[in-house]
């Protein structure tokens, strides 16, 4: 996951042919603290790419699903700690916090989760390190949860935070897609802690940054929130 950055950043120098710019005179542009002209450049294409993609985005077109007997297995893990670091949440405790542009901020339970309108998908999972499975997942549309608590859906984004201190955030039209779940399962059982119990956020047409684990609190706003791995170089749109 480490190494993405870097090969996205020699594609896009390459690409820009900037390749030359470290010959310019008089400019550090190798000081370690020091954003030279490559990552602006990169940042502001990230950017622009941000806008072109959410505006090609329909929300309408659905992520392609697959049946039961292409479910991978075992399941595959990643985070940025390992396995053994996931953490530990209490579903009997459990609460999402609610915050920003949500007029019913009371926090939800799993069993308020649990009671609502329930979907399931058999979708692809696509991590930028490489790798994909296919998973089932079952949960409350996002839609349906933000309708129930009478979020701003004219807002512009959502950002999610999660137990291990991951963040993550959406645009408004991605988490109206009628498959972007609030997910409680994962192949037929409750989500283990590795995978993201007591709830995550599936969203099978983004990337698997983009799909938070054990969330504890959601916040709905015009201001753009950024994300953990979003805010050291990944794409922030990224997906379809
Ligand atoms: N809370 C939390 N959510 C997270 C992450 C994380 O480190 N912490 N990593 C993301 C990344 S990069 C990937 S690829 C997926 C991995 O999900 P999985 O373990 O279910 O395959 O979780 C995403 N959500
Ligand atoms: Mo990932």
């Not at 916090?97 to 979907?119: C, F, S, V, W, Y």
């Not at 399931?120 to 309708?147: D, M, N, Y």
Request: hydrophobic content about 40%; proline content about 8%.
């Amino acid at each position: 996951m480490k190494s993405l950055p870097l090969n996205r950043r020699k594609l896009i120098t390459r690409a820009l042919g900037f390749g030359a710019i470290g010959l310019l005179p008089g400019c550090d542009f190798d000081h370690p603290n020091h954003p030279d002209l490559t990552d602006r450049v990169l940042s502001a294409m990230s950017r622009w790419n941000d806008e072109a993609q959410a505006t090609l985005f329909d929300r309408h077109t659905l992520a392609p699903t697959f049946p039961a007997s292409a479910i991978t297995r075992p399941a595959r893990f990643n985070a940025f700690y390992d396995i053994s670091q996931a953490p530990q949440v209490n579903p009997g405790t459990w609460q999402l916090a609610l915050t920003g542009r949500i007029a019913n901020k009371t926090p939800l339970t799993l069993a308020d989760l649990r009671a609502m309108k329930q979907e399931s998908q058999i979708t692809r999972f696509v991590c930028v390190e490489g790798w994909r499975v296919v998973g089932q997942w079952s949960g409350v549309p996002l839609a349906h949860v933000l309708k129930a608590i009478n979020a701003d859906t004219q807002a512009r984004y959502i950002l999610f935070h999660c137990a291990d201190g991951y963040f993550t955030s959406i645009d408004m039209a991605s988490a109206m897609q009628p498959q972007t779940i609030f997910a409680l399962d994962f192949n037929g059982g409750p989500l283990t802690a590795p995978f993201g119990a007591p709830m995550r956020l599936r969203i099978p047409t983004k990337l698997g940054y983009k799909n938070p684990k054990s969330i504890v609190a959601m916040e709905v706003t015009n201001r753009f929130p950024g994300g953990y791995w979003e805010n050291q170089g990944y794409n922030w749109f990224g997906g379809s």
